[in-house]
């Protein structure tokens, strides 16, 4: 047992932190320090900064081009660009539909698709959900039907993130109406400018345009863009979905953005009252012990070991975390988190003409808090509810 | 960064294990407890036994009869004997006591007690508590004064885990006395060495809640040798109350995997339960407001079990970041104790508060081990007062 990392984690830790720090754009950090609103550009320019390097599919093995790194270096560079303030890559292509291509596609597709993830060049999107599936995925109703060397694909699906900005969708959707739910689903890769796609958007309580509706009407779709088998896309699916797990507990993110909650409690001056600071000491503990968590499944991953037990977990208390910060963030500001100025929330907002400092009080810092506030009530719904995850953590535990 | 157990530490789990599940069963613990009537629980056998396993020199040097083990081969011990509900003042001797010997005392004192604890034939646990302090070490009210070569002490400890007092077994104190300064200043507290059969020494045992047994200690005009002086200086470079918080985290890190022991097992009991006891012609197991409360009772299990790893791995770190981590992990295990505990009970229904069932045997000494060391709202409090030494550290 060690907690420390060996000289070699440090050295590589050393090396991402300068490539890191030399090419983050100053602009794009400064935009993620303070939650003020990403652009396509933001995100997108990030991602090709990534992908020149070899970078952009940090978890991907060599022989499809990634920089094939265990468990402990992705850890460390996902957490270096975190604290570095990288906006977090969007992990519809290199993080999700990539593994299934790479694990379940043909030589052709890892040819054509898999370079422009891995350059950032395309920006994919997912159409798991569909209006009243929730979180039971495998009820599945977008059809797919074969005719000759296509699909004709109908239906719709929703909570699309940032689908908006998609050149490409994958997609469960149904082959086979007969049967179990799960046995009739297949895995489809949908060009988003072929005729039939619409895309509309879905705005949240925080007033941003972050969601899509995606309809699929008479959508044509050449068979060779199926991945796998028809009929056993659900394997895939629950593959994926493993692959999101893990991902989804972020708690590098959580660590930048308590000491972020800490600028903010000293600047409204709460940071050294005794109640609201107790409240940051309990979620350091709390993020401290997340940390841990991870690194105990990171360590298990690296030797060779499953910590399924384990990381069913970081997907509840990741969420949960983070839905503290932004709420805590937001009761700091107090009064000051209760002005809506949605133009705010941008790089480069010049407020002076209305407010004195760009907002009432002067108090610029609070623009974004109550709407990242609202915004992150999604993260214990999302990526199965959080209520589905402890179905699942009893399932192991009561059979 | 490796979270791993070697194979020795491994065969040590499994050889303590093995006695626990051999001679340690819950109907044995009863009787221990039944036997000790007023006194509380004791038991000489068992405290043999875990000499005979070698456990009471666990952290001894290999020159005065130890295994020379670390910090993680405590952990695993605790873990087991917390899994087992073992009822012995084993991390107060064999850990907190042992530590203050092994690191801060003289050669010729540590020859003279540490083989003999090794082999069960001495004790020696620290006597700290004092009426007001709650869990602050540096309220000291109990005195020293220097008389010749020897120092008198006066004062009363509170909770001292003590042993038979008559099973032939030397036993003996390490009590933090105000040599000078006011009563919490941290500066002019000192350790002495008090035997127990010494002039003006009182032991009067009394049971704890969790069947054990610990003593309130009354020193008048006490006789006692001194063990670290109150000020650092030459051959110490720490103070007795620098000393008091290096075996107080030892003795934290050593509570968080009891608890992380004795959770596990009170889950895996209460998921027997579930799936055998049977309400409206089902398994209780099969409602899902009850399942959802084992998937968090896991949840607090594993948070519990990954800051007692780091608890434990902290141990060797510089002493800031040492007694931050210790203080961030008893928030945590206090969270989790509770929560772990309280479901229990609620998921048994009534067998869960009956004395015959060990449910809530569990629930008790996870509750004592809450109330030692420091309680949730103390460390926090610690925690809370370490965050600046943070503030840019992620940055």
């Known amino acids: 047992m060690d907690l420390n990392f060996t000289p070699e984690e440090q050295a590589f830790r050393d090396e991402v932190r300068a490539w890191v720090r030399a090419n983050l754009p100053a602009h794009i950090s400064h935009k993620v320090h303070n939650a003020l609103r990403l652009e396509k550009a933001d995100q997108q320019g990030w991602a090709r900064i990534l992908g020149a390097k070899g970078w952009h599919g940090w978890a991907w093995p060599k022989e499809f081009g990634g920089p094939g790194w265990n468990a402990v270096q992705r850890h460390i560079f996902e957490e270096e660009c975190a604290l570095a303030g990288a906006p977090r890559v969007v992990p519809f292509g290199p993080v999700m539909v990539a593994p299934v291509i790479m694990a379940f596609g043909t030589p052709e597709q890892h040819q054509r698709f898999l370079p422009g993830i891995m350059s950032g060049d395309v920006w994919w999107s997912q159409g798991y959900s569909e209006p009243g599936s929730g979180s039971d995925l495998a009820s599945v109703k977008t059809r797919a039907e074969r005719q000759g060397d296509r699909y004709i694909v109908n239906g719709q699906k929703t909570w699309t993130t940032l689908g908006q900005h998609g050149d490409w969708i994958f997609c469960l959707v149904r082959t086979n109406f007969e049967g179990k739910p799960q046995a009739g689903i297949s895995f489809l890769l949908i060009d988003m400018t072929s ?205 | 960064m490796d979270f791993d157990f070697n194979d020795d530490q491994a065969q040590l789990r499994d050889a303590v294990r093995k006695w626990v599940s051999k001679d340690f069963d819950f109907e044995r613990r009863r009787g221990i407890v039944k036997a000790g009537g007023q006194q509380g629980g004791y038991s000489k056998e068992v405290w043999q036994s875990l000499a005979d396993l070698g456990l009471l020199g666990l952290a001894a040097p290999g020159d005065h009869g130890g295994m020379d083990m670390g910090p993680v081969e405590a952990m695993v011990v605790m873990e087991e004997l917390g899994r087992g509900l073992v009822l012995a003042p084993y991390a107060a001797v064999a850990l907190m006591g042992v530590a203050v010997l092994r690191d801060h005392v003289p050669a010729a004192v540590q020859a003279q007690w540490l083989p003999r604890i090794a082999e069960g034939r001495a004790r020696l646990a620290l006597a700290y508590q004092e009426r007001k302090a709650r869990y602050r070490l540096d309220h000291v009210t109990t005195t020293a004064q220097a008389q010749g070569e020897t120092w008198v002490l006066n004062g009363s400890k509170s909770l001292v885990p003590v042993g038979d007092l008559d099973d032939g077994v030397a036993e003996a104190y390490i009590v933090s006395a105000r040599v000078t300064g006011a009563v919490d200043d941290h500066a002019g507290i000192g350790l002495f060495l008090v035997e127990r059969g010494a002039p003006g020494v009182r032991v009067q045992p009394h049971p704890t809640q969790d069947g054990s047994r610990a003593a309130e200690v009354t020193l008048t005009e006490a006789a006692s040798t001194l063990l670290v002086p109150a000020l650092s200086q030459g051959a110490h470079p720490l103070g007795g109350h620098a000393v008091l918080e290096h075996a107080t985290d030892i003795g934290l890190a050593a509570l968080c995997a009891e608890a992380v022991g004795a959770m596990e097992q009170l889950l895996a009991i209460t998921v027997d339960y579930l799936n055998t006891r049977k309400q409206f012609g089902v398994v209780i197991g099969s409602f899902q407001a009850l399942r959802h409360r084992v998937a968090d009772m896991k949840m607090q299990l594993e948070l519990a079990r990954s800051m007692s790893y780091y608890a434990t791995l902290k141990l060797t770190a510089p002493v800031t970041e040492r007694r931050r981590a210790l203080s961030q992990a008893k928030v945590q295990l206090g969270q989790s104790m509770r929560f772990v505990g309280q479901q229990a009970i609620q998921l048994h229904g009534g067998i869960g508060v009956t004395d015959e069932y060990s449910a809530g045997h569990y629930v008790k000494r996870l509750t004592t081990i809450e109330l030692t060391l420091g309680d949730t709202l103390h460390h926090l409090g610690e925690v809370a007062a370490r965050m600046e030494d943070t503030a840019g550290v992620f940055a």
């Open chain 1, 195 to 399: 005729p039939g796609v619409t895309v509309r958007p879905i705005i949240t309580i925080d007033g941003e345009h972050e969601v899509n509706e995606v309809f699929f009407d008479n959508v044509e779709v050449p068979v060779e863009n199926l991945v796998g088998q028809e009929n056993q896309g659900w394997t895939y699916a629950k593959y994926l979905l493993a692959h999101e797990r893990t991902n989804i507990a972020d708690v590098n993110r959580a660590k930048r953005e308590l000491e972020r909650l800490k600028r903010i409690a000293v600047l409204e001056g709460v940071y050294d009252d005794a109640r609201f600071r107790d409240q940051i000491a309990l979620l350091e503990v709390d993020i401290v012990a997340l940390e841990m968590m991870v690194l105990r499944v990171l360590s298990a991953e690296k030797g060779g070991k499953s910590a399924l037990e384990v990381a069913g977990l970081l997907k509840i208390r990741g969420s949960e975390i983070q839905q503290r910060y932004t709420e805590l963030m937001m009761l700091a500001a107090g009064p000051y988190a209760v002005p809506f100025l949605f133009e705010a929330m941008e790089a480069g907002w010049q407020g002076d003409q209305y407010f004195a400092g760009g907002f009432p009080g002067g108090a610029l810092h609070a623009a974004p808090l109550a709407a990242n506030y609202f915004n992150n009530r999604k993260t214990t719904i999302y990526g199965g509810s959080n209520e589905v995850q402890r179905n699942i953590v009893a399932q192991t535990l009561l059979g």
